[in-house]
């Protein structure tokens, strides 16, 4: 994909949503959310030099979101090491999806994005290229061909000298703050991140490249996936980056039904004593085939309220949805602290979960 300026609810639905919470699925695997951006050819650096070790191969990264890992946002894809049809991450995992070129560093929700998020210079350089004026709106709204070589969105190319570019895609459209032949530092915002282009969700997709080469920043030195060495993360965020084999993303309680879409609008009714559901819900990334997901909720007193199971999955997911909830009593909820808790079982431990609460007074 070549670019002239880049390189190629309501109550009465409670009880029938909470019913469904085992059957909603995000698309299998082979149907990624979109989250596509300017392609160029396959994974394939230059073979490291003898004193690799001593040296780093290319420029030292920082986070190219004003953002803490783990909290405010995530990791949603990373690059594809496979070089057939399969798909894989530097870990021989599958937090990616077919021919992806990058790192996608996904925020909660659009009301993180209507809020605004920086996005920052990866490393210092001169910018050579960039795009704006490519509106804010979700593929699922005006398809995929509307953004026909615009896939990018709008976008920034930052030349780091000795072959090195990155590319930061998806920008909020009239967010950018460089111009054209500005240098820029480490760190330094250049724009915020937007929903513009080919994606569904916003997020900036952080491309790093080599003589017109994808570069994996998490295992620059090439090679087959599961043999990373060399990662070009600064070691001010290297320990910040570390491979999670999944994460949870939004966790809150709603006093009606949730859906996808409500949690990513943000706009979610909150949980009151009197409103006419109490409902907690999570969403998770980037989950395995075989995954077990539970969530509880207990009462002040520790009560078990409410609870799901999901039957094992079918396959990775790159994102899933989960609820449990029940009625107000007709006296409205007790005051006190109402506990959620989220796990998923997976080959016969937890790998993921998380608490969260809520504080309901009169």
């Not at 300026?5 to 059957?23: C, D, E, Q, V």
């Not at 209507?114 to 709204?141: E, I, Q, W, Y």
């Not at 570069?215 to 993360?233: K, N």
Request: proline share 7%; net charge negative; hydrophobic share 40%.
């Amino acid at each position: 994909m070549s670019l002239a300026i880049f390189p190629s609810g309501h109550l009465a639905n409670l009880a029938a949503m909470l019913a469904m919470s085992r059957r909603w699925k995000t698309p299998p695997a082979a149907v990624p959310i979109l989250a596509a951006t300017t392609l160029l050819a396959a994974c394939s650096p230059s073979a490291p030099s003898e004193a690799a070790d001593a040296a780093p191969l290319g420029p030292q990264l920082v986070l190219p979101v004003d953002c803490v890992l783990g909290e405010t946002c995530e990791i949603q894809n990373y690059v594809d090491r496979d070089p057939g049809p399969g798909a894989k991450d530097y870990t021989c995992a599958t937090r990616t999806y077919q021919d992806h070129k990058g790192v996608d560093i996904r925020i909660p929700d659009m009301a993180a994005q209507r809020a605004g998020v920086d996005v920052l210079a990866a490393a210092p350089g001169r910018v050579t290229r960039l795009r704006d004026g490519v509106a804010d709106v979700s593929v699922r709204n005006t398809g995929v061909a509307a953004v026909d070589g615009v896939e990018c969105g709008n976008g920034i190319v930052i030349d780091h000298g000795d072959g090195w570019e990155s590319q930061y895609c998806h920008l909020a459209q009239g967010s950018l703050i460089v111009a054209q032949d500005a240098e820029v530092r480490a760190g330094q915002p250049i724009a915020r991140i937007g929903l513009s282009g080919q994606t569904e969700y916003p997020h900036l997709h952080f491309s790093l490249r080599k003589d017109g080469q994808v570069v994996d920043p998490f295992a620059p030195e090439g090679g087959e996936a599961c043999e990373a060495r060399g990662a070009l993360w600064a070691a001010s965020v290297s320990a910040a980056m570390a491979y999670k084999s999944g994460a949870v993303l939004n966790t809150g309680f709603s006093s009606g039904a949730v859906s996808m879409e409500s949690i990513e609008d943000g706009g979610l009714p909150p949980a009151s004593a009197h409103a006419p559901a109490l409902v907690a819900y999570v969403r998770a990334i980037g989950l395995e085939a075989g995954d077990i997901q539970h969530l509880t909720v207990t009462g002040p007193g520790g009560d078990l309220l409410a609870e799901t199971t999901i039957d094992p999955l079918d396959g990775p997911k790159a994102q899933y949805m989960l609820y449990a909830g029940r009625r107000t009593p007709a006296d409205g909820w007790a005051p006190g602290t109402y506990m959620a808790a989220y796990w998923v079982e997976r080959g016969g431990r937890r790998a993921l979960e998380r608490r969260f609460e809520i504080n309901l007074q009169d």
